[in-house]
């Protein structure tokens, strides 16, 4: 079936500008998790979400940044006035249930210049 | 706070067996899991440990001692395709994971 899908792949944008990331997780899984990933480092926690509400958001860096999941399913990562040090590789992953057996989506690399 | 432990390299040859340790600090947890990353690629589930003793799938067993906030990823039969970085991960709801091990494997 199919896995874990992020849309763009890639994307440049310039210092301020507003981007948005989507996530399409596996159908079924309930369970939606977005991380960033830096070069060197392991993923960092962004967000959880159990169904359509935030279950965790404790690891949004700031006000900046914002995800929806409205309908249970995709999921949209919202950044505003971006700055540099945004630029990271955003990784969706998605569970059935909340545990620790996560399927990753192959990341959207964000370069803010 | 919340902080996983794992070194940070690992060489070993080629057929042999390698263990990669974790230890955690964490306020919530579920289990410990474990993850596989190529480089340019994204993380691959390998395992998942809820509860304490030895999971064993195929070439990779994993294990976890709740007691000691401690576990491993034990890779036998080691294959050139197992050059990797290997990460695990705790937590509940919010899933911290470790800097990685990166695994080298000499022919």
């Known amino acids: 079936g199919a896995g874990v899908s992020q849309t763009p792949s890639n994307k440049v944008t310039e210092k301020g500008k507003y981007v948005e990331l989507r996530c399409d997780p596996i159908s079924g899984h309930t369970a939606l998790y977005w991380y960033r990933q830096s070069l060197g480092q392991g993923p960092e926690f962004l967000i959880y979400f159990q169904g359509t509400g935030a279950a965790d958001d404790s690891g949004l860096p700031n006000d900046r940044f914002f995800a929806v999941r409205p309908e249970g399913s995709v999921s949209t990562l919202k950044i505003q006035r971006t700055e540099r040090g945004d630029s990271a590789v955003y990784l969706c992953?998605?569970?059935?249930?909340?545990?620790?057996?996560?399927?990753f989506g192959p990341g959207t690399r964000l370069t803010v210049t | 706070g919340q902080s996983l432990e794992q070194p940070s390299e690992v060489t070993a040859v080629e057929g042999a067996i390698v263990q990669i340790n974790c230890t955690y600090q964490?306020?919530?947890?579920?289990?410990l899991s474990w993850y596989q990353q190529h480089d340019g690629g994204a993380p691959t589930f390998l395992s998942y440990?809820?509860?304490?003793g030895l999971e064993e799938t195929g070439r990779f067993s994993s294990f976890l001692s709740r007691s000691d906030s401690y576990g491993y990823l034990l890779l036998q039969e080691l294959q050139m395709k197992d050059s990797a970085s290997y990460f695990c991960a705790v937590g509940d709801d919010k899933i911290i994971f470790g800097k990685g091990t990166r695994l080298h494997i000499l022919p």
């Open positions: 440990n809820a509860l304490d």
């Open positions: 964490t306020s919530g947890f579920y289990g």
């Open positions: 992953a998605s569970s059935p249930a909340p545990t620790g057996e996560q399927y």
